[in-house]
């Protein structure tokens, strides 16, 4: 036993001496929850439009400025003709034209309806239909004050909720999902550059003779990874409680154990990269685009799962990140407790068994 906490010690050691695995465990990701936190959002503030007012009277202006009053819209530009707005998109100084038709105020009186177009740059869609949506509802809080003295027989009100996020914070989605990725991706990493460093100086198979049992190797290369990652799922919890306001409705005991679950099946799936790589360059490149893209895409992180195509949802399933999204989702949003995630826990439990596993396989380990 004291070999093997000797060895632990050493892993330590070897860990702290290198400068650039601690930035990799530490700096990377503090710095990408801070840019992914503030740089990643589905909220729009200050966008840049134009405007086309072909009547120009009280209505229009009076509606130009309430929508220049908002902290959604700036107004960039004013164009006096059509042929104008193509320009303007081409030059990428606006994201929308609002086109107001001529006579909108007597048009508006004579015939109580009047037109006002919506153009918008789509060659980003979620954007476009962003501003769209903002617009359509400064138009119809302006228009519902020009009817507050009329009654309207029959009325249907919809009435929206949001729940677990009434505000509406993108930050609250992205956290989660970044925290998942830097977890996967920075223990993951670790552990196969780590076990591949001692294949590729040829010191692995020494360590597998000596007195320490190959499985206590392992371990041993593994553990000071699992100490550090935990500290990364502290820090990253902090700053999202701290920083981006996050809140944490249900229990951070439970929460830690999820993370301690997920932060060994990453570790596990690190070991098995390891098995299948002869040098620390094919281990990095495996870690990094074999798991990066797959955990970003398929997870649920970014894009739904159900929007996705059947084989891509089928293939979802396999990836580890999809799982630990629902539960830090569930425990940090909605509250929930393990009688609402233990099937999402026992899929992770089962992938790290079977990450171990087939470790176990590679290296011809038998526990003992």
């Known amino acids: 036993m004291k070999r093997f906490i000797g060895f632990i010690k050493k892993e330590f050691y070897h860990i702290f001496r290198d ?6 465990l530490f700096g990377m990701p503090i710095a990408q929850i801070l840019l992914f936190g503030f740089a990643i959002t589905n909220e729009i503030n200050n966008v840049d439009i134009a405007i086309l007012d072909h009547s120009k009277d009280a209505t229009t202006k009076e509606i130009i400025n309430k929508i220049s009053a908002s902290k959604y819209f700036s107004i960039k530009q004013i164009i006096e003709k059509e042929a104008d707005i193509e320009s303007v998109f081409q030059k990428g100084h606006v994201k929308a034209v609002l086109n107001f038709e001529k006579g909108f105020s007597r048009n508006l009186i004579k015939d109580n309806k009047a037109t006002v177009q919506i153009i918008t ?4 869609p979620n954007t476009a239909n962003t501003i769209s949506n903002y617009v359509n509802a400064i138009l119809q809080q302006y228009q519902k004050g020009l009817n507050k003295d009329i009654t309207i027989v029959y009325q249907i009100i919809p009435e929206t909720r949001m729940v677990y996020n009434p505000e509406l914070k993108s930050v609250y989605m992205f956290v989660p999902g970044v925290m998942t ?4 991706l920075v ?3 670790m552990t196969s550059i ?3 460093r001692e294949k590729e100086l040829g010191t692995m198979e020494i360590l597998l003779v000596s007195p320490l049992k190959p499985f206590q190797v392992i371990i041993g290369k593994v553990f000071p990874y699992i100490f ?3 500290i990364n799922a502290v820090v990253i919890v902090m700053l999202s409680i701290f920083i981006f306001k996050m809140p944490v409705e249900g229990s951070l005991f439970l929460l830690a154990l999820e993370s301690i679950l997920f932060i060994i099946s990453a570790l596990a799936l690190g070991i098995l990269i390891s098995t299948i790589s002869a040098t620390q360059q094919t281990a990095m490149m495996i870690s990094l685009m074999g798991l990066m893209l797959p955990v970003i895409l398929l997870s649920g992180f970014i894009f739904p799962i159900s929007s996705m195509p059947l084989p891509l949802q089928l293939i979802s399933n396999i990836i580890p990140a999809k799982w630990f999204i629902i539960i ?6 909605k509250g929930v407790g393990i009688q609402f995630i233990w099937k999402e826990t026992l899929i992770l439990l089962g992938m790290t068994v079977f990450f171990i596993a087939l470790s176990v396989k590679k290296y011809k380990i038998r526990l003992e």
Do not use: C, Y
Not at 19 to 24: A, N, W
Not at 121 to 124: E, M
Not at 328 to 333: A, P, Q
């Open 19 to 24: 400068r650039r695995s601690l930035f990799i």
């Open 121 to 124: 740059d789509a060659t980003d």
């Open 181 to 184: 990725i830097i977890l996967m």
């Open 187 to 189: 223990s993951a990493m």
């Open 194 to 196: 780590s076990i591949t």
């Open 228 to 230: 550090l990652s935990i």
């Open 328 to 333: 830090i989702k569930g425990i940090t949003l």
